[in-house]
């Protein structure tokens, strides 16, 4: 079993910063890509950002040059640095990872965070 925890999610100002943590722990083989996605009120689950286990990253257009992924594979975790926060970005932020674990076999299965809730707000 593997378990996500998110942390850094609240209330910011339009223009402002957050840190988004994302820690995977349990019994990981290896961790292959991590990401970010989020899901607003009244509309489907996107992709924020997504890095691979060699630190290729993809952005979603609307974050491009705001947010940047990063991971840490001795810890098992993942950041989301989010910059020139928007009120469009209000959000439930969900971390992401497929982890190759050993079930009696290796395989790799996706997993993912509870959420926290990044809010844009004067």
């Known amino acids: 079993q593997v378990q996500l925890v998110e942390s850094g999610g609240g209330l910011v100002q339009p223009g402002g910063s957050l840190r988004l943590s994302c820690a995977a722990s349990g019994s990981i083989f290896r961790i292959n890509a991590m990401g970010w996605y989020r899901q607003a009120p009244g509309k489907q689950r996107e992709m924020v950002a997504t890095i691979t286990s060699a630190y290729s990253s993809v952005y979603a257009d609307s974050v491009k040059g705001r947010f940047t992924i990063s991971r840490d594979n001795a810890k098992n975790a993942v950041y989301l640095q989010m910059n020139s926060l928007k009120a469009e970005d209000t959000a439930v932020y969900y971390c992401?990872?497929?982890?190759?674990?050993?079930?009696?076999?290796?395989?790799?299965?996706?997993?993912w965070g509870q959420g926290t809730q990044v809010t844009v707000s004067s």
């Open positions: 992401n990872a497929n982890v190759r674990v050993w079930s009696g076999s290796l395989a790799n299965y996706d997993y």
